[in-house]
């Protein structure tokens, strides 16, 4: 292992490497594919959470509960393409990394082994750093610490390397590509770029797979309890279709902590209760609710999937408008929704994780992801790398 000094490099024996970034507090860690002129080609070379793959580059959550990293699998880059920087900044919006300096480990990405790490020495007033970079010399890639910050967050890290940002406070992401003049592509509002993420500010939010949205409402995070419904239709044509919701709860390490499903309608002391098999639910007719008393939830639980599974053996092929929403388990009033709208011939899916992140606040993420399992044990490993 190599301890890196700002300018140094290593030549990469990995063909698949991971740079994760970790410090006393929670990070937003991005990656950028920059040409030989040092810019991206589109807003869709900007790889963060809310945008999480590109070709050969893609965003792995730590779930707030391990680092978040950036994996570059440099044998998928495409022609053109002649450095991968990462990038970090304190998820607290407008904090500096004064007193909190990072630290980032490369790996091996398929064994896990570290090949170098590197800690910028003498931060102060930066509330953004370009950390490390992978780049492509003389047909060899090779890793060079970085440590160059920035005083003006993600968006002039993003804007340096020609990602164009919406400099509108209350802007939220957008999810189409977007001509140069306009927001990238779910790029976060630079006012919020140490934060980024939609919340429920402006009611209702619907979902795209992939998309996260912060629980947190006027400033303050939601620590009531919500019900998560599930429903499903049979596809046209098709005969009536049983299907069962669950939910799996995780700790910090993605260690499995116990299952809710309708074989057992209650776990963590009472803070997830299963509504039961084949419920239909109030108003917009959910096949099975979940409930979570957020503010119950013990410390050891950090994480939780949702999930939908087909113990007969029937397909998701077979399924019509399956979907997850989120609810204020007191007003009823819906805040998240996430239709899917895509189906493969398995028996399981994976809809949707709530995890808990260093603030307290929880955050909601459409996963949208098919598995074969007819059962919520064949979902338990699944799902925890999910997370």
Known sequence: MTAMTPGSNISLAATRVAVDVSAPVRLDVSGLLLTADGKVRSD??????????????????????????????????????????VTASPDAAGQSFQGIEPTATIRDADSGSVLATFTPPQLGTETALVVVEIYLRGGAWKARAVGQGYANGLAGIATDFGVSVDEEPAAAPVQAPAPAAAAPAAAPA???????????????????????VSLVKGGSPLLSQVKMGLGWEPAFGGKDIDLDA?????????????????????????????????LTGEGAGDDEVIVVDLGRIPAEATGLVFTVNSFSGQKFTEVAKAYCRLLDAATGEELVRFDLTT?????????????????????????GEFVKSRTVRGMVKPAAQAL
Request: glycine content about 12%; some cysteine.
């Open 190 to 212: 630079a006012p919020a770029a140490a934060s980024g993420k939609i919340n429920l500010d402006k009611g209702r939010v619907s979902l795209q797979k992939n998309q996260t």
């Open 343 to 367: 189906a493969e011939p398995q028996t399981g899916v994976m809809m949707a994780k709530l995890i808990r992140q260093y603030s307290g606040e929880w955050e909601m993420t459409a996963i």
């Open 246 to 278: 669950s939910v799996i709860a995780y700790g910090p390490q993605r260690n499995h902590l116990d299952s809710c499903y309708f074989g057992k309608l209650s776990i963590l002391n009472g803070a997830v209760k299963h509504s039961g098999d084949n």
């Open 44 to 85: 869709d070379d900007f790889i963060f959470y809310n945008q999480p793959s590109g070709p050969g580059v893609t965003h792995r959550s730590g779930g707030g509960a391990t680092p978040d990293a950036i994996i570059v699998d440099t044998a998928a880059v495409p022609a053109g393409i002649e450095k991968i920087v």
